[in-house]
């Protein structure tokens, strides 16, 4: 009886696929782009009461703009380095940013949790990732 060939993976044999391979690389590019301005819209909102919270918040923008232009995927600008780097820049920056943003006094109370929270946003987005495909090389 003739045997039927398997279908053929887009993955890589070494990298097998995650639980949590959730997002592919096309889809995280759509979401950096529509957090940007939203980010930015928060960082003006939260200059009226906290400074330095409106600081962590543009400067989370600014890095996330930046690197969004600089990788590799469907809405890069300048393709610069990989989707995987991509994922690993924001794995650090949004820890660091998470940081920072408990370092804020807690009044206003408000300012710090939007901090908080778009310190949490890339953690968690970059965690549910899909790295392992030949997209994010």
Do not use: Y
């Amino acid at each position: 009886m003739p045997t039927l060939p398997l279908p053929v993976s887009t993955r890589h044999a070494s990298a097998p696929r995650r639980a949590l391979d959730l997002v592919s690389p096309r889809t995280h590019a759509i979401l950096d782009r529509l957090c940007l301005p939203v980010l930015l819209g928060c960082a003006v909102w939260a200059a009226r009461r906290s400074k330095p919270a409106a600081a962590i918040i543009l400067a989370h923008a600014v890095g996330e703009g930046t690197v969004g232009c600089l990788t590799r995927f469907p809405t890069g600008v300048w393709p610069v380095f990989s989707f995987r780097t991509h994922v690993r820049i924001g794995q650090v920056a949004g820890t660091s940013l998470l940081a920072l943003s408990f370092l804020l006094p807690a009044r206003p109370r408000a300012e710090r949790n939007v901090a908080i929270f778009w310190g949490l946003v890339p953690l968690v987005l970059n965690s549910i990732s899909d790295i392992a495909g030949p997209d994010a090389e």
